[in-house]
């Protein structure tokens, strides 16, 4: 088993959904093991954290854009952001704010 597969830090989403914390090992980023006990604690220090600051103002929370795009252009993005150490919405924030520099000219 993958210790660091289950390793659990500030980045990491929170998800919906039952984890088998007796019949599986998971641990916090301390190394402190995760229990039922101190699960819910977590969840809501997590949840009062509010995630990244905003990319525009102050505070509050930035705009967001969802869209599909083919398996491969996500594979490829998702390599391209991993061998560059960013995340793939940085790639893909950048792609648009070109895009619509480029087309702002025309």
Avoid: C, W
Avoid at 9 to 14: A, H, K, L, R, S
Avoid at 67 to 90: D, I, N, Q, T
């Amino acid at each position: 088993m993958d210790p660091n597969k289950y390793v659990v830090t500030e980045n990491t989403p929170i998800v919906d959904g039952d984890a088998d914390l007796e019949g599986n090992e998971y641990r916090y980023a301390d190394g402190t093991r995760i229990t039922e006990e101190n699960t819910e604690a977590y969840t809501v220090e997590r949840k009062r954290a509010g995630g990244r600051p905003s990319l525009g103002a102050a505070r509050g929370t930035s705009p967001s854009v969802n869209f599909r795009l083919p398996a491969k252009l996500r594979e490829e993005a998702e390599e391209l952001a991993r061998r560059e150490g960013r995340g793939l919405s940085v790639i893909a924030r950048e792609a648009l704010e070109q895009y619509i520099v480029s087309h702002r000219a025309s």
